[in-house]
T-cell receptor, first 111, second 114 residues
């Protein structure tokens, strides 16, 4: 069935290092992928998105990579800061109104 | 712009009680959504409204009703609350009426049903 999963439930990184959060998806028909950040007690916040006709997209300190061959999505955060500590969700959409969200990976940044 | 706002922030109900969760957006977005978030699970879609005047069921609609009051407001009603409805509820909106688009989320309502 459809699912968006994450390889690791938690990730701990040293401040200043790069972070990589991974995500697997199962629906090859999905053509739009999104990463959200959720801080404690708040709603999810859009970080970056990518469409299936792209392999890579860069934002400010963040990069999303899409590997359609193995149905894998990753979020790279450069020079991780304490303010990056949060839960990160990947999500997929194959058109229409229904977006499927993963359970999330909690990122801890050590000072 | 306040973005997406939700009220109340917290609520405790007894089994069988009813309540309405309110959501409003000031971004002139066309589509609005209600999700629930449970520990260890991704957000699950309860209902959505593609545009003013329309509503449709999502993945987990049982026990809920919705009203798209106008373009700005989309409410979620629990007619007879059950402990299984203890969750955090998020409202979201998208600019486009159809197709994938960035969702903007409210701060959430934390509901406990005893």
């Amino acid at each position: 069935g459809e699912s968006v999963g994450l390889h690791l439930p938690t990730l701990s990184v040293q401040e200043g290092d790069n972070s990589i959060i991974n995500c697997a998806y199962s629906n090859s028909a999905s053509d739009y992928f999104i990463w959200y950040k959720q801080e404690s007690g708040k709603g999810p916040q859009f970080i970056i998105d990518i469409r299936s006709n792209m392999d890579k997209r860069q934002g400010q300190r963040v990069t999303v990579l899409l590997n359609k061959t193995v149905k894998h999505l990753s979020l790279q955060i450069a020079a991780t800061q304490p303010g990056d500590s949060a839960v990160y969700f990947c999500a997929e959409n194959k058109g229409g109104f229904k977006t499927i969200f993963g359970a999330g990976t909690r990122l801890f940044v050590k000072a | 712009n306040a973005g997406v706002t939700q009220t109340p922030k917290f609520q405790v109900l007894k089994t069988g009680q009813s309540m309405t969760l309110q959501c409003a957006q000031d971004m002139n977005h066309n589509s609005m959504y209600w999700y629930r978030q449970d520990p260890g699970m991704g957000l699950r879609l309860i209902y959505y409204s593609a545009s003013e005047g329309t509503t449709d069921k999502g993945e987990v609609p049982n026990g809920y009703n919705v009203s798209r009051l106008n373009k700005r407001e989309f409410s979620l009603r629990l007619e007879s609350a059950a402990p299984s409805q203890t969750s955090v509820y998020f409202c979201a909106s998208t600019r486009l009426a159809g197709g994938p688009d960035t969702q903007y989320f409210g701060p959430g309502t934390r509901l406990t049903v005893l």
